[in-house]
C-alpha cells in the first residue's frame, strides 16, 4: 500500500475505536425518589407495589417481587438483558442496577440505552403511582 492510503487506514481504525467507546455512559439509577400522597390517604406497601410492577410490565419488564419492599425487574430485547432491584416504601423507591448481558457494563459505565430504559420505568412508575391517589 501507498504511505497515504496506511495512513487513511490508520486514521479510520482509530476513529472507529474511539466512536465505539462513545456507546457507553456513566450508569443512571434512582436513589430515594420521592412518593407523595395526600396526608389523608397515603399509598400501602400493597399499592406502591402493584403500581411499581404495573409500570414495569406496561413497557416489557419481567417483574418478580421477592420479598417485602423489593421487586427483581429484567428487561429482555434482543440479545440485550438488563436486570434491577427496585426498593420501595410507602414514601420512596430506588432503582439500582444488578446485572446485564451485552450492555458493555464495566463497574462504571453502561450502553447508553440502558439509561433511557431506566428513564422510562422510572416514568411509568411516577404516572402509576400518580394514579394510584385518585
Request: aromatic share 8%; proline share 4%.
Amino acid at each position: 500500500m501507498r504511505p497515504n492510503k496506511l495512513f487513511v487506514l490508520a486514521i479510520l481504525t482509530l476513529a472507529v475505536t474511539l466512536f465505539a467507546g462513545c456507546r457507553t455512559v456513566a450508569i443512571y439509577n434512582v436513589h430515594g425518589a420521592s412518593i407523595t400522597a395526600p396526608q389523608e390517604k397515603p399509598l400501602t406497601s400493597e399499592e406502591i407495589k402493584g403500581a411499581i410492577i404495573r409500570a414495569g410490565n406496561g413497557l416489557g419488564w419481567k417483574m418478580i417481587p421477592d420479598r417485602d419492599g423489593h421487586i427483581l425487574g429484567t428487561l429482555l430485547l434482543r440479545s440485550h438483558a438488563a436486570v434491577v432491584d427496585i426498593d420501595y416504601t410507602p414514601s420512596a423507591y430506588s432503582i439500582t442496577y444488578k446485572d446485564s448481558t451485552d450492555l458493555d457494563y464495566d463497574g462504571k459505565n453502561i450502553h447508553n440505552n440502558y439509561n433511557g430504559w431506566i428513564q422510562n420505568l422510572e416514568k411509568a412508575i411516577n404516572a402509576q403511582i400518580a394514579s394510584e391517589r385518585y
